[in-house]
T-cell receptor, first 115, second 111 residues
């Protein structure tokens, strides 16, 4: 089992460019999450999906959109990248809502730089 | 805003010593979790303690929770160089989906 996978691992964008970060999990989890991590800070929740077909805003959703394509995949899109979106992005999944606590499994992260 | 705040921000110890990290939070919680993050990697879940529990053990890890003080501590006994990492507390409130992470404690264990 691969767990949670993310692509790409690294990306450099120019201000105003768009891109989509991909995430997939093979643990049959209902819940999936997108976080960003900035230096010296913990993770901040951007969006989450409690189940296939639903998405909700987290703490810092502005400038982002998400799509829960199916149970396995949850993508994060930056429509018009800004330097403030330079960060490391983590995808996570959990079995929360399936009789489990919200113990989350994380992908390896995508390091995004916006020039 | 961050729910959990760890203390200290950084900790440097010798191999074999114990490491203690503390976490304080602001609102009522369902449970509190601790995660480890090695440099350049994703977070890995270590242990979860529920709001009605006071202490929990897992191998060399001991977690305590004091809901009256809204605080938790993580003790790593007999530390090893491989324990060098950042450690984050994460709180789960009612509703559960919006787990909130603290800023983390960076632990460095010298061989």
């Amino acid at each position: 089992n691969a767990g949670v996978t993310q692509t790409p691992k690294f990306q450099v964008l120019k201000t105003g460019q768009s891109m989509t970060l991909q995430c997939a999990q093979d643990m049959n989890h209902n819940s999936m999450y997108w976080y960003r991590q900035d230096p010296g800070m913990g993770l901040r929740l951007i969006y989450y999906s409690a189940s296939e077909g639903t998405t909700d805003k987290g703490e810092v959703p502005n400038g982002y959109n998400v799509s829960r394509l199916n149970k396995r995949e949850f993508s994060l899109r930056l429509e018009s990248a800004a330097p403030s979106q330079t960060s490391v992005y983590f995808c996570a999944s959990s079995a929360f809502g399936q009789g489990s606590t919200n113990e989350q499994f994380f992908g390896p992260g995508t390091r995004l730089t916006v020039l | 805003s961050q729910q959990g705040e760890e203390d200290p921000q950084a900790l440097s110890i010798q191999e074999g010593e114990n490491a203690t990290m503390n976490c304080s939070y602001k609102t009522s919680i369902n449970n509190l979790q601790w995660y480890r993050q090695n440099s350049g990697r994703g977070l890995v879940h270590l242990i979860l303690i529920r709001s009605n529990e006071r202490e929990k053990h897992s191998g060399r890890l001991r977690v305590t929770l004091d809901t009256s003080k809204k605080s938790s501590s993580l003790l790593i006994t007999a530390s090893r160089a491989a324990d060098t990492a950042s450690y984050f507390c994460a709180t789960e409130t009612a509703g559960g989906f919006k787990t909130i992470f603290g800023a983390g404690t960076r632990l460095f264990v010298k061989a």
